[in-house]
């Protein structure tokens, strides 16, 4: 396969236009439609089919287009990995992270790189589904996970947390402290929503789980600490043992520790086309022995 033809088809894909792409890669429309067309007569199918809201992929085109930004990616790691050969990490490396990771976890992570390998830059983004992400823009992927991620993924578990409920202690000293299931259902309640998860189901530590009606349910972590940490209520999150940001000088709270909660292992997938790269596998090496300890 010819890698400019499978080229401009991905650029065709990712535009939704001849027009668009031909800009895009800098050549003409006339060659771009060219590199589209030789690529078809080497699958001997179609791949695009023009209709009346654009350009759209035939069946045949979806799963060219899916594994195409794999090898696309796969080429780019190569010449990469070449250009690295015995040189220092350097360069952007891309983090995807989960929507609310409190900030303060990420902080040693950050200071560790940077200390290291001055030369390297990180750009770091949230999502509420880090694995989702289009493989073309993530290196590393931090997420929650007991399963191997499906997919063209290299994952590692670096640290297991516990989650379970958490309040201030001056919300309990104001509302009570409930000793049962059943008196849990009277408080203002914080659900953590994990990529998959049902937020109104709540763990047990024998394995079941009881239904609750949360006051506030979001993905952001960072969100329902703040809002225990103010005395709002009672939070289930992922907890690891490091003080709260803001010098709080009472830190939460566990709240039926010996009933509710489980262990959620975090997770550092890389794409499989990315993980012999040596900026990669240092970094990879290095922040797996900075959250060990946790």
Do not use: N
Not at 238 to 253: C, H, K, N, Q, T
């Amino acid at each position: 396969m010819d890698l400019e033809e499978l080229r401009a088809f991905l650029d065709v894909v990712h535009t939704g236009s001849f027009l668009a792409a031909a800009e895009s890669l800098g050549v003409s429309r006339t060659t771009l439609r060219r590199r589209v067309e030789a690529l078809e007569a080497r699958a001997g199918v179609p791949l695009l089919k023009s209709t009346a809201q654009g350009i759209i992929l035939t069946e045949a085109g979806e799963v060219l287009a899916r594994r195409g930004r794999v090898m696309m990616q796969e080429t780019s790691a190569l010449l990469s990995s070449i250009r690295e050969v015995g040189q220092a990490p350097s360069g952007v490396l891309r983090l995807v992270m989960p929507v609310g990771l409190p900030p303060h976890l990420l902080t040693p992570v950050f200071g560790l790189l940077r200390s290291t390998w001055p030369l390297l830059r990180v750009h770091a983004r949230f999502s509420g589904d880090p694995l989702g992400e289009p493989l073309d823009g993530v290196d590393m992927a931090i997420h929650f996970g007991e399963d191997m991620p499906r997919g063209p993924w290299l994952s590692h578990v670096v640290v297991r947390v516990r989650e379970g409920l958490f309040a201030s202690g001056e919300y309990l000293r104001r509302r009570g402290t409930p000793g049962s299931l059943q008196e849990l259902q009277g408080h203002e309640l914080f659900s953590w929503e994990a990529p998959g998860d049902d937020a109104h189901s709540w763990p047990t530590l024998r394995g079941a789980t009881f239904t609750v009606a949360p006051a506030l349910v979001t993905p952001d972590i960072h969100l329902i600490r703040s809002c225990c940490l103010a005395g709002l209520g009672i939070g289930l999150v992922p907890s690891v043992e490091l003080e709260d940001p803001g010098g709080s000088a009472e830190p939460l709270v566990p709240v039926l520790p010996e009933l509710v909660g489980r262990e959620r292992p975090v997770r550092i997938s890389v794409p499989e086309a990315l993980a012999e790269i040596p900026k990669i596998k240092l970094v990879l090496s290095h922040i797996r022995q900075l959250l060990e300890p946790l």
